[in-house]
């Protein structure tokens, strides 16, 4: 019984094990915080988070009615959020005493919302970019309409000229 309690308690904490993240910072949307310490544990909105470890790149967050996935992609950490107010994509955000990353709009990223609120009657304010992809063939957007079932595509050139705006959902 005694070997049985203890290959338990070791396979849980295996599971659970502090993971050798690095320092991040990370603001997703909905006003959610993610912090990490060097090796240490993660927390959400400043609470300690429930972290697994499922590989050397893949670590799941839990905490504060929010589960986070942290991706290691050589060496650049990748972060989504999912919560009862829904998903998407968090990014990466300056420490205290840390110079804040650029984080301008481009010219087609700022067209394509412009595009997408005029189509969906949603002001611009309320909508979230999640992804931007820069390509010779030009600027694909991917933005969150709430309330819509599936995201938005926006295709546009560099300069905001914009090709084409459609939902991605049926």
Same mark, same amino acid.
């Given at each position: 019984?005694? !070997?049985?309690? &203890?290959?338990?308690? +070791?396979?849980?904490? +295996?599971?659970? %094990?502090?993971? +050798? *993240?690095?320092?991040?910072?990370?603001?997703?949307?909905?006003? &959610?915080?993610?912090?990490? =310490?060097?090796?240490?544990?993660?927390? &959400?909105?400043?609470?300690?988070? !429930?972290? @697994? @470890?499922?590989? =050397?790149?893949?670590?799941?967050? !839990?905490?504060?009615?929010?589960? *986070?996935? &942290?991706?290691?992609?050589?060496? /650049?950490? =990748?972060?989504?959020?999912?919560? !009862?107010?829904?998903?998407?994509?968090?990014?990466?955000?300056?420490? %205290?005493? /840390?110079? +804040?990353?650029?984080? @301008?709009?481009?010219?087609?990223?700022?067209?394509?919302?412009?595009?997408? $609120?005029?189509?969906?009657?949603?002001?611009?304010? @309320?909508?979230?970019? #999640?992804?931007?992809? =820069?390509?010779?063939?030009?600027?694909?957007?991917?933005?969150?309409?709430?309330?819509?079932?599936?995201?938005?595509?926006? #295709?546009?050139?560099?300069?905001?000229?914009?090709?084409? $705006?459609?939902?991605?959902?049926?």
């Amino acid at each position: 019984m005694k !070997k049985v309690l &203890i290959t338990v308690f +070791a396979l849980t904490m +295996a599971g659970t %094990a502090s993971a +050798a *993240l690095p320092q991040l910072n990370y603001e997703c949307p909905g006003k &959610i915080q993610m912090h990490s =310490d060097e090796g240490g544990p993660v927390y &959400i909105n400043g609470k300690e988070a !429930k972290l @697994k @470890k499922f590989n =050397d790149n893949f670590y799941e967050a !839990k905490g504060a009615g929010v589960t *986070l996935s &942290i991706s290691n992609t050589g060496g /650049q950490y =990748d972060v989504s959020y999912t919560s !009862k107010q829904g998903s998407g994509v968090c990014q990466p955000t300056a420490a %205290a005493g /840390q110079a +804040a990353p650029a984080n @301008k709009a481009s010219a087609a990223e700022t067209a394509c919302l412009k595009a997408v $609120a005029s189509k969906t009657g949603t002001a611009v304010s @309320k909508l979230n970019v #999640l992804e931007v992809l =820069d390509s010779e063939a030009g600027v694909g957007v991917t933005i969150e309409v709430p309330g819509s079932q599936a995201p938005w595509s926006c #295709l546009s050139d560099k300069q905001g000229h914009v090709q084409g $705006a459609a939902s991605t959902g049926s």
